[in-house]
């Protein structure tokens, strides 16, 4: 599936940068293929816009924002946060601002990030009950981007087959290679996904996991949010919870910003919020490396027989049948890369 093909897919909500960068300024991000421009309105919520000046096209990403407006870098045009031009500085004060405007997208800050939606969205934004639960805290872990697709990374997350082997050097057990059945449930927006797995719990881990026995057991309750967010639940037998949070925010085809960000209901004190993010960025370079190797043309529909499958992949077989209903209820087919 090529993601920037897919109409239905700019319906959804997406992460796509944190809502602190754009204090410095307004930035680009392409989404779905979309070049667009984020920027702070005058009430300090984010706008997002169609990255091109209705002048001369200039992007407007290259200008800077003034009392809530943006200002292209070009000429210095300024529009607002709906993205109606509001003033031409070479007029004349009684000449008439044109009736112009560049696109406007769905915008809003949640989680400590903007997220865009580029068409009507189908859904809110999906809820985390322990962002307002005081006993958790919540940490800001990664915005990177990754040279891969959306569908890659969200099957992974629900593959307990490559534990064993991506993750040896770190919680795998190149001994164990059986994986834990998941208990899937499906449900209007995705799936809950449950599966107790043993993990290994190195030294560096201690903290972690609340334990310094030489393995762990992980209590996993995820969640898959179509189309390419996820929610990775981990109870430790402690109680201590570690819940990490993602969007695979599709920039095109064949490259992703994965924002992560973590939940846990310890303190800084029991441990600290750099060791955990340490940690976690360890592991996903091992799911990093190895992803990136795979084609990001990740094929849904089932007919197309372009690669074999075993039962651990059950979750991501669901996933690609979901987005296969998906288009076909939206009027789409899939559309792939030529072999
Ligand atoms: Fe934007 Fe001229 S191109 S003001
Ligand atoms: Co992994």
Same mark, same amino acid.
Request: charged fraction near 25%.
């Given at each position: 599936m090529l993601t920037t093909q897919q109409k239905v897919l700019r319906r959804f909500w997406y992460a796509v940068i944190p809502v602190e960068d754009l204090k410095e300024g307004p930035k680009a991000f392409t989404l779905l293929g979309e070049d667009i421009v984020l920027f702070l309105g005058p009430d300090g919520k984010p706008a997002a816009l169609k990255d091109r000046c209705c002048h001369r096209t200039a992007k407007l990403s290259k200008g800077w924002c003034k009392e809530g407006h943006i200002v292209c870098g070009y000429h210095g045009w300024e529009y607002d946060q709906t993205g109606k031009l509001a003033?031409? !500085?070479?007029? =004349?004060v009684q000449q008439e601002v044109p009736n112009l405007s560049t !696109?406007?997208?769905?915008?809003?800050?949640?989680?400590?990030? /903007?997220?865009?939606? @580029?068409?009507? =969205?189908?859904? =809110? $934004?999906? #809820? /985390?009950?322990?962002? +307002?639960?005081?006993s958790f805290r919540r940490i800001p872990q990664f915005y990177e981007v990754w040279n891969t697709s959306a569908l890659r990374l969200m099957e992974n997350s629900f593959d307990n087959a490559h534990f064993a082997f991506v993750h040896k050097g770190t919680f795998g057990q190149l001994d164990q290679p059986l994986p834990e059945k998941y208990e899937i449930k499906e449900t209007d927006y995705g799936f809950e996904a449950e599966t107790l797995i043993t993990v290994a719990n190195p030294p560096i881990q201690y903290k972690i996991s609340g334990t310094d026995a030489p393995t762990t057991k992980r209590h996993m309750r995820n969640k898959w949010y179509m =189309?390419?967010?996820?929610?990775? #639940? $981990?109870?430790? !037998?402690?109680? @201590?919870?570690? $819940?990490? @949070?993602?969007?695979? +925010? !599709?920039? #095109?085809?064949?490259? $992703?910003?994965?924002?992560?960000?973590?939940?846990?209901?310890? +303190?800084?004190?029991?441990c600290p919020a750099q060791l955990l993010i340490d940690w976690d960025f360890k592991i996903t370079r091992e799911d990093k490396d190895i992803i990136e190797s795979t084609d990001f043309d990740t094929p849904i529909d089932m007919g197309r027989r372009a690669e074999a499958h075993m039962v651990s992949d059950k979750p991501g077989m669901i996933m690609r049948k979901r987005l296969m209903d998906l288009l076909q209820k939206?009027?789409?087919s899939e559309v792939f890369r030529a072999a």
């Amino acid at each position: 599936m090529l993601t920037t093909q897919q109409k239905v897919l700019r319906r959804f909500w997406y992460a796509v940068i944190p809502v602190e960068d754009l204090k410095e300024g307004p930035k680009a991000f392409t989404l779905l293929g979309e070049d667009i421009v984020l920027f702070l309105g005058p009430d300090g919520k984010p706008a997002a816009l169609k990255d091109r000046c209705c002048h001369r096209t200039a992007k407007l990403s290259k200008g800077w924002c003034k009392e809530g407006h943006i200002v292209c870098g070009y000429h210095g045009w300024e529009y607002d946060q709906t993205g109606k031009l509001a003033h031409v !500085p070479q007029f =004349p004060v009684q000449q008439e601002v044109p009736n112009l405007s560049t !696109p406007a997208f769905h915008c809003q800050e949640k989680y400590g990030y /903007v997220w865009v939606a @580029l068409d009507e =969205p189908l859904a =809110p $934004i999906f #809820d /985390v009950a322990e962002d +307002t639960d005081a006993s958790f805290r919540r940490i800001p872990q990664f915005y990177e981007v990754w040279n891969t697709s959306a569908l890659r990374l969200m099957e992974n997350s629900f593959d307990n087959a490559h534990f064993a082997f991506v993750h040896k050097g770190t919680f795998g057990q190149l001994d164990q290679p059986l994986p834990e059945k998941y208990e899937i449930k499906e449900t209007d927006y995705g799936f809950e996904a449950e599966t107790l797995i043993t993990v290994a719990n190195p030294p560096i881990q201690y903290k972690i996991s609340g334990t310094d026995a030489p393995t762990t057991k992980r209590h996993m309750r995820n969640k898959w949010y179509m =189309p390419f967010c996820r929610r990775l #639940d $981990i109870e430790y !037998p402690s109680g @201590l919870r570690h $819940i990490i @949070l993602n969007s695979a +925010t !599709p920039i #095109d085809d064949g490259h $992703i910003m994965v924002v992560q960000w973590l939940y846990r209901n310890d +303190t800084e004190a029991d441990c600290p919020a750099q060791l955990l993010i340490d940690w976690d960025f360890k592991i996903t370079r091992e799911d990093k490396d190895i992803i990136e190797s795979t084609d990001f043309d990740t094929p849904i529909d089932m007919g197309r027989r372009a690669e074999a499958h075993m039962v651990s992949d059950k979750p991501g077989m669901i996933m690609r049948k979901r987005l296969m209903d998906l288009l076909q209820k939206h009027g789409e087919s899939e559309v792939f890369r030529a072999a």
